[in-house]
């Protein structure tokens, strides 16, 4: 059984200038193709990847393998009140057979089903930010988990 889709943003408020998240943002995300990059709204989007799911597994006897996903970041950069916000969502599906996912025939024996992130990406990725911009600037890791 799949638990239920919810978005899981991740936060990290810094005390940098929004140029500076920016840029330390686009670093940081310098190994993921980009398919949205609109600076002047804050806005970064992968494309989709594949890879496996750290919160999703499946299991033989005692064995956890976890599940093949694509999922896709949203990377929102926003300055406010003299600090700059960054907030991260991953975006994740598994793909389920009619059977295993208990779904209904539509069409298509396989279907991409959303699922929740366990937020380990989008917390490594705010990692990455933190020391891009130098470990003397503060960060403030907060969101749902």
Do not use: C
């Not at 499946?58 to 093949?68: D, F, L, M």
């Amino acid at each position: 059984t799949l638990p239920q889709y919810e978005e899981r943003p991740i936060f990290g408020v810094f005390n940098a200038s929004f140029d500076e998240v920016w840029n330390a943002t686009v670093d940081a995300v310098d190994l993921y193709p980009i398919e949205i990059s609109e600076k002047e709204r804050g806005l970064l989007v992968t494309e989709w990847m594949i890879g496996t799911s750290d919160y999703i597994f499946i299991q033989y006897g005692a064995t956890r393998i976890p599940e093949k996903i694509k999922y896709r970041m949203r990377i929102h950069v926003i300055s406010r009140d003299g600090r700059t916000i960054a907030k991260i969502i991953s975006h994740e599906m598994v793909e389920k057979d009619m059977i295993s996912g208990n779904l209904e025939f539509s069409g298509a024996i396989y279907r991409w089903i959303d699922v929740p992130s366990s937020t380990a990406k989008e917390r490594e990725i705010l990692e990455r930010i933190r020391n891009n911009l130098g470990s003397d600037l503060d960060l403030d890791m907060g969101g749902s988990s």
